[in-house]
DNA sequence: ATGGTTGTGCGACAA
């Protein structure tokens, strides 16, 4: 099964480049962060014309909002609040008979990497905490599969300048160290860098800000795919979708997928 | 050190 997570920045704006890491791609399920919809505004059906008709999602009007695609029957999952707040941070879907599916989008943490003047600092610390203990407290030996625009490159190759970004909020010690934490609470393993060694520089998001695609390549690894122990040996391919930051009116995420044998 | 761009939706604010 092929996994595509990406954040597409609206996804009212971007119907076709949708349809393009569709055809591109051929996953069989889609998850998507900050598609900035209400649930209700969402383009379910021509979303089911481009192949996806099972779809769950969770939007809100102007910010955030997530969604889960698939070409077959999902079910919903255990979806949840994170810090209090209802901002569609999150869905689950339970697809086929065993496996989880959570679909990600971490808050961003705005500019200055400190909790105590920063308070979206604060908030992005404390949903990585809160998704810490969540990790923890489920059931171990599940089939499970997360992935989503996790805000934070984690290592040195996954920046362009691990030097430069050091007290950039998304490389600090701080949330690295978070990340870290996240992940070894259930033993989630970062399916991507099975496949592409920690030695390669890989990126997902580069910067509306600057013109550095695709001259410069300063870009930041922020969407990941990871998946429980169970399906530790599963994991068979998986890449970025680099190509799709140049096109005409790009998000500003290319896509990342991962083929997992479930 | 600063400002650079894009999206929602029509004024800021978030990223």
């Not at 599916?101 to 400190?114: K, Q």
């Not at 490389?171 to 860098?193: C, F, K, M, N, Y």
Request: hydrophobic share 40%; charged share 25%.
């Amino acid at each position: 099964m092929r996994f595509v997570s990406w954040n597409i920045n609206s996804v009212r704006l971007r119907l076709n480049a949708l349809k393009r890491v569709a055809d591109e791609l051929s996953p069989d399920f889609i998850c998507l962060q900050e598609i900035k919809s209400e649930t209700t505004d969402f383009p379910a059906d021509a979303i089911a014309e481009i192949g996806f008709p099972h779809q769950i999602i969770r939007g809100m009007k102007g910010y955030n909002g997530v969604a889960i695609l698939a070409r077959t029957p999902i079910a919903g999952g255990d979806t949840r609040d994170w810090c209090g707040r209802h901002d569609c941070r999150h869905i689950a879907a339970n697809i086929g008979s065993d496996v989880e599916l959570h679909n990600f989008y971490v808050p961003a943490g705005g500019d200055e990497p400190d909790p105590n003047i920063n308070d979206k600092f604060a908030h992005k610390l404390k949903f990585l905490k809160e998704a810490e203990t969540w990790s923890r407290d489920i059931t171990p030996n599940a089939k499970r599969i997360l992935v989503g625009d996790l805000n934070i490159a984690p290592h040195e190759n996954d920046v362009w300048s691990h030097k430069q970004l050091l007290s950039v909020v998304s490389h600090t010690p701080l949330e690295v160290e978070a990340l870290s934490d996240w992940q070894t609470a259930h033993g989630w393993i970062d399916a991507i860098r099975t496949i592409i060694p920690e030695t390669e520089k890989i990126y997902s998001w580069w910067s509306y800000r600057n013109r550095t695609w695709p001259g410069s390549d300063r870009g930041r690894r922020l969407d990941h795919i990871w998946v429980s122990p169970a399906l530790a040996e599963s994991v068979k391919n998986a890449g970025i979708l680099r190509d799709a930051r140049g096109w005409e009116k790009p998000s500003d995420h290319a896509p990342v997928w991962a083929d997992v044998d479930l």
